[in-house]
């Protein structure tokens, strides 16, 4: 369904029924990163899984300011008022789970509860966080200039996704099919907007968030497996799953494990809703 959202026209998935999940996707990807999980997903809870802006179907605006960390949130939260929903579980993937974190931090009355798959908080050193912004914004300038099927083979070769090469041939189809669905210049201002040297990094402020934590990372992914381990030390109520035979993309490489570890996770936070609520 398409929705009105401070100006911009929103792609939004919905499924199921029961308290609300929002489903947030990383840089590349749309609502249909989640296609394989929804219908789990949605047999006890009710699915929101909006392409975020620039990606997907949703409106890819030409200013790159309107991508920022802070617009981002704000959409979030008017499409949550839109929907009428008071609070929500949210699960964000890699660039999306940098999202929800800043959500998380923004407006904790709004997040139940956070899961967080191969996320990280952004980048507390300054020179690394500056170096970070100049490769960025190279990538964008060379996504527009050379299209976005030249800047997806590039990024699929990225050390990052070397666990994929063994994902079923159909299953790394449907994802270049997914990632062949963006426009340049979503992805462009994305990183302009709301990349990982952009965003202010949150590392000083996860103390503060105070609502349980599931941190999910593959054990072949050893840089966000130091990144989440440095996390957990700080999260006040924090669990974190180290899968197996997995990298970045869990719910791509062990999507049995990464249902069954999402699933346990929300019914725990279920739990302990309903006996603090007694």
């Not at 990632?179 to 709301?194: H, T």
Request: hydrophobic share 45%.
């Amino acid at each position: 369904m398409k929705l009105a959202v401070n100006n911009l026209m929103f792609h939004v998935e919905q499924a199921g029924s029961g308290y609300p999940l929002l489903l947030l996707h990383g840089f590349t990807g749309s609502a249909a990163t989640w296609g394989a999980h929804i219908p789990h997903f949605a047999t006890r809870r009710q699915i929101i899984a909006p392409d975020l802006i620039g990606h997907g179907q949703t409106d890819a605006p030409a200013n790159a300011a309107r991508y920022s960390m802070a617009h981002c949130v704000a959409d979030l939260l008017t499409l949550l008022d839109t929907l009428e929903v008071e609070r929500a579980d949210v699960l964000g993937y890699s660039m999306g789970g940098r999202v929800a974190l800043h959500l998380a931090v923004a407006a904790p009355h709004r997040v139940r509860s956070l899961l967080l798959e191969s996320a990280t908080p952004g980048i507390d050193k300054s020179a690394e966080r500056a170096e970070r912004v100049r490769s960025d914004e190279a990538l964008a300038d060379a996504i527009e200039n050379d299209g976005v099927a030249a800047f997806v083979k590039r990024w699929e070769r990225l050390p990052l996704f070397d666990s994929q090469v063994v994902l079923p041939p159909e299953v790394r189809a449907n994802l270049h099919s997914q990632r062949l669905q963006n426009r340049s210049i979503g992805l462009a201002n994305s990183l302009r907007g709301m990349g990982t040297g952009q965003q202010q990094h949150l590392w000083d402020k996860l103390s503060v968030i105070k609502m349980s934590t599931l941190l999910l990372v593959g054990e072949l992914d050893a840089k966000y497996c130091a990144t989440a381990r440095r996390m957990a030390k700080t999260l006040p109520r924090v669990r974190m799953v180290v899968v197996l035979n997995a990298g970045h993309t869990i719910h791509l490489e062990q999507p049995d494990i990464f249902e069954q570890e999402v699933t346990e996770f929300l019914d725990s936070v279920a739990t302990a809703s309903t006996d603090e609520a007694k």
